[in-house]
Nanobody, 127 residues
Framework: QLQLVESGGGLVQPGGSLLLSCATS????????IIWFRQVPGKEREAVSC????????YSVDSVKGRFNISTDNAKKTVYLKMNNITPEDTAVYLC????????????????????WGKGTLVIVSP
């Protein structure tokens, strides 16, 4: 069964850290990329970071570059998003999505139509 399940969201103080997980099932390693998105009510959904299981390349948007780190544990079939130095502007529902491709992560991939979505995990940044 093809499925993505996010976890790890919660309440965090500004400047703190959080580790989000995206557990995958039914996907073939090396043939997809995982992209983390975030959604704030009333705002456009934003792609944040991408990792390719084809070559382990990554790509992150400027707003999180240097603060967020995307990684994968292939044995656990899980992709992580480590969020550091969190700000209130990072408050959002974070969703992971899969895109079927045997290629590195590129900026264009973040704007492609995803093949599979998780339901999301809520991150609230507040003192």
């Amino acid at each position: 069964q093809l499925q993505l399940v996010e976890s790890g969201g919660g309440l965090v103080q500004p400047g703190g850290s959080l580790l989000l997980s995206c557990a995958t099932s039914g996907l073939t390693l090396g043939r997809y990329s995982i992209i983390w998105f975030r959604q704030v009510p009333g705002k456009e959904r934003e792609a944040v970071s991408c990792i390719s299981t084809y070559d382990d390349s990554t790509y992150s948007v400027d707003s999180v570059k240097g603060r967020f780190n995307i990684s994968t544990d292939n044995a656990k079939k899980t992709v992580y998003l480590k969020m550091n130095n969190i700000t209130p502007e990072d408050t959002a529902v974070y969703l992971c999505a899969a895109y079927t491709v045997e290629d590195a992560c590129h900026k264009w991939l973040l704007h492609s139509r995803m093949d599979l979505w998780g339901k999301g995990t809520l991150v609230i940044v507040s003192p």
